[in-house]
């Protein structure tokens, strides 16, 4: 090789290390305003709505759950002939522990979600400045070394960093556009199933709060209440076999949005990451 071919190969290095260095400054400046990456906002954004729907979820939910545990306590006296007192409504149990327990389901995924639309953000910061790292250690070996440094840890270093600041934004966003396509049906369909043999609870709210205007609607409202209370309590138990089911699926369908779909995309994304890091090689400088 000729001198003349060495400096224009030198000089090509050079070029390489200082764009190189240029890139890393530049995914740096993006790590550091991870802030205003509008695809991460879009991904939040997603994280939030169904953070905000699986609370309101779990506040029906508890709210059942109150309901429930209310009548179980109404007592009914014995007769002339028969002392001590009964509850007639403790057959409820059952379906107020599976209340609670969906309950404590929907919060996992409330929590989950508000965790992954804070997350997001920061997680793609790091993963940019992985990718800044990555470029920055390549581009000084291109400078002084003329050839790669550590070539297979920095491939490696950027390809998991893109995952992290673009593709694991980008599932959410994807899963944004598909997902409620996906579960419309069967969200629709069970939120009309509960709406409907929940109805009486705001009524039965609403008649324990009332304002008392005299001594005969002191003694008569407490009879009135009961008696919605049993009412509704004898719907939740005729129908307890669809409500349950109805909020399960209520509960599949976040579960899906927020972790299976996601999680497969996700997948997907990290085997084409893992088969990019394989073919790079465990090249060593």
């Known amino acids: 090789m000729t001198q003349a071919t060495q400096r224009s190969a030198r000089t ?4 390489i290390g200082v764009a190189l260095l240029v890139l890393a400054l530049a ?3 993006l790590a550091w305003g991870w802030r205003d990456n509008p695809l991460v906002h ?3 954004g997603y994280a939030q709505s169904v953070a905000t729907t699986s609370a309101a979820t779990y506040v029906t939910l508890r709210t059942l759950n109150a309901f429930l545990s209310t009548a179980q306590e109404i007592e009914v006296g014995g007769s002339l002939f028969v002392s001590g007192t009964v509850q007639p409504l403790k057959v409820l149990e059952p379906i107020d522990d599976t209340v609670e327990r969906i309950a404590g389901g929907i919060f996992v995924v409330m929590i989950t979600t508000g965790v992954l639309a804070v997350a997001l953000g920061p997680v793609g910061g790091v993963g940019l400045g992985m990718v800044a790292l990555a470029l920055g250690v390549a581009g000084l070996g291109a400078l002084v070394r003329g050839r790669p440094v550590l070539a297979g840890l920095t491939r490696g270093l950027a390809i998991y960093g893109i995952v992290l600041a673009l593709a694991l934004p980008l599932v959410f966003v994807v899963a944004d556009l598909v997902a409620d396509r996906m579960t419309d049906a069967v969200w629709l369909e069970n939120q009309r199933i509960i709406t409907e043999i929940t109805r009486g609870v705001a009524d039965v709210a609403e008649a324990e709060t009332a304002t008392d205007a005299g001594w005969i609607e ?8 009961i008696a919605e209370y049993r009412a509704f309590a004898a719907s939740i138990y005729a129908n307890a076999d669809q409500l349950v089911g109805s909020f399960v699926m209520i509960l599949a369908v976040f579960v899906f949005k927020i972790l299976v779909l996601p999680i497969l995309l996700l997948g997907g994304v990290f085997i084409a990451a893992r088969a990019l890091v394989r073919q790079a090689g465990p090249s060593r400088g």
């Open 12 to 15: 090509g290095r050079g070029l």
């Open 27 to 29: 995914a740096s400046a």
């Open 42 to 44: 879009r991904a939040q």
């Open 218 to 225: 002191a003694l008569t409202t407490p009879m009135t209440s």
